[in-house]
């Protein structure tokens, strides 16, 4: 019997109608759907799929805690392990993926796991990067420019440098990082000028100038757009 193939499917953001159509044409074709969760919480990567996953497809739901630091890898060799069961029996995978499935996600690593056994197709998605520019209706970078992205979950002398050095920076993962950045952009003279976006694509879509955000209400997909002099909105 032939193995299966693994699909990575990039859905975008948040918002639905962002899912591409190879994406949704490869979700409504495997006989499988896996996607990550938080322990004992909802997974936002199937919330965006919810509408065309139909009872007949099998779902395999694979938990990562949310906690600081890059989950264990025992986690991600179980996940690899009940999917190349699927795979061995001939079944494709949809592994659904927030945003990108190779831009800071949950899928990488399994996929390092399975590639070299299985066949894989990658399906890229909108990132948050592209989806952040957007709602803030600017443009990141043009013509020679650069743009660098930051984790806000450097500690804070790394986050210094990394932003004294950028041209242009999006910084993401923001959360309960947001009084590190905060400081940090105020020292290099860049508060006034970052722009905050927050759950990009989504219904409750938040854009504001990052100063003016008050710390206590700052979520996980949150992002700041960083630029020497400003951003033109």
């Given at each position: ?24 044409s490869?979700?409504r074709?495997a006989?499988?759907v896996?996607?990550?969760?938080p322990v004992?919480?909802k ?7 919810a509408?065309?996953?139909?009872p007949?497809?099998?779902e395999?739901?694979i ?17 690899a ?11 494709d ?7 990108d499935?190779?831009?800071?996600g ?6 390092a796991?399975l ?6 197709t990658?399906?890229?998605g ?16 043009q ?8 984790p806000a ?8 440098r ?19 950045l ?8 860049l ?5 905050y ?6 219904g ?5 100038m990052?100063?003016?955000?008050d710390?206590?209400?700052v979520?996980?997909f ?7 002099g400003g951003?033109?909105?």
């Amino acid at each position: 019997m032939a193995c299966g193939r693994l699909y990575g499917l990039g859905l975008g953001p948040g918002d639905p109608e962002l899912v591409t159509l190879k994406a949704l044409s490869r979700l409504r074709a495997a006989p499988v759907v896996a996607y990550p969760a938080p322990v004992g919480g909802k997974s936002f990567a199937r919330s965006i799929a919810a509408h065309w996953i139909v009872p007949s497809q099998r779902e395999i739901r694979i938990e990562f805690p949310m906690q600081p630091g890059p989950p264990p890898a025992a986690i991600y060799d179980a996940a690899a392990a009940r999917l190349a069961a699927e795979l061995d029996a001939g079944h494709d995978v949809a592994f659904l993926c927030q945003g990108d499935p190779l831009f800071y996600g949950s899928f990488a690593p399994i996929l390092a796991r399975l590639a070299p056994r299985y066949p894989a197709t990658i399906v890229p998605g909108v990132s948050s990067l592209a989806a952040c520019a957007a709602a803030a209706g600017t443009a990141l970078v043009q013509r020679d420019e650069t743009v660098t992205v930051i984790p806000a979950t450097l500690d804070e002398g790394e986050l210094h440098r990394r932003l004294a050095a950028a041209e242009t920076a999006a910084v993401i993962k923001i959360g309960r990082h947001f009084a590190k950045l905060h400081r940090v952009l105020a020292a290099l003279g860049l508060l006034d000028g970052a722009v905050y976006v927050e759950r990009a694509s989504q219904g409750d879509q938040r854009v504001a100038m990052l100063a003016e955000i008050d710390p206590a209400t700052v979520p996980y997909f949150a992002t700041a757009l960083v630029r020497r002099g400003g951003f033109a909105r």
